[in-house]
């Protein structure tokens, strides 16, 4: 049976990845990704035959306007890593997001840019870009008019299951269930949600938006 390391394993993704399987998920007392020590320990003490890196920065709007939260976000999601890539020999699958394909904010771009840490200092690895939400939509609101191909995590981390499976080819894929807007996947579980345009994110975020 392979050794899989899975970081990221209290966060919403990697608690429904542990539940389908025996992953180890050391905690960050063991192994603080922005350590270049705990990591290189923590890589020697398990071997493992792959790494699963799904610990992220995952606000995707406080880093616009906070430069404390920005240099969070830029210091897990690049430096983090570019720590787990240089020290862990094995394979690599990076959980990363759709939104690097147009990356429209700072997330976005860490996010594309811990894509491009992976591609330089791993000798395989695979990217998957995916979304996922929680169940029920935690928003009152959802946005009418862009286009996701992410579900609820309940849904997506069985799929990125089945790809961890797949052969690593130093490849981007992603992982999803079909083109839909946020406001069609959270009517599944709030029939009664409002709709926002898009366009009004790009003046309040959406925390500002959820008071008006």
């Known amino acids: 049976m392979l050794k899989i390391i899975l970081t990221g394993g209290s966060g919403q993704l990697g608690q429904e990845l542990l ?5 180890t998920a050391p905690i960050r007392h063991e192994m603080d990704i922005l350590s270049e020590a705990r990591v290189k320990i923590t890589a020697q003490k398990y071997n493992p035959d792959i790494v699963i890196h799904s610990a ?3 606000n ?3 880093p616009e306007s906070d430069p404390i939260e920005a240099y969070h976000c830029y210091q897990t999601n690049v430096i983090g890593t570019r720590n787990i890539a240089r020290f862990f020999k094995c394979p690599i699958i990076l959980i990363s997001t759709e939104t690097c394909l147009n990356p429209y904010n700072f997330y976005a771009i860490t996010k594309l840019q811990s894509e491009n840490e992976l591609k330089l200092y791993a000798d395989k690895y695979k990217i998957i870009r995916t979304s996922f939400r929680e169940r029920p939509f935690e928003y009152p ?5 862009m286009y996701t191909i992410g579900d609820y995590v309940d849904v997506i981390a069985p799929l990125i299951v089945k790809e961890i499976d797949k052969p690593i080819e130093n490849n981007i894929v992603y992982v999803g269930t079909g083109v839909k807007t ?3 996947l959270a009517k599944q579980t709030k029939p009664n949600i409002k709709k926002v345009s898009y366009k009004m994110f790009k003046i309040a975020p959406m925390e500002e938006l959820l008071t008006i």
């Open 19 to 23: 539940k389908l399987r025996d992953f």
């Open 56 to 58: 992220a920065y995952t």
């Open 60 to 62: 995707t709007s406080l």
């Open 141 to 145: 609101m959802a946005f009418y008019d």
């Open 182 to 184: 946020p406001y069609d």
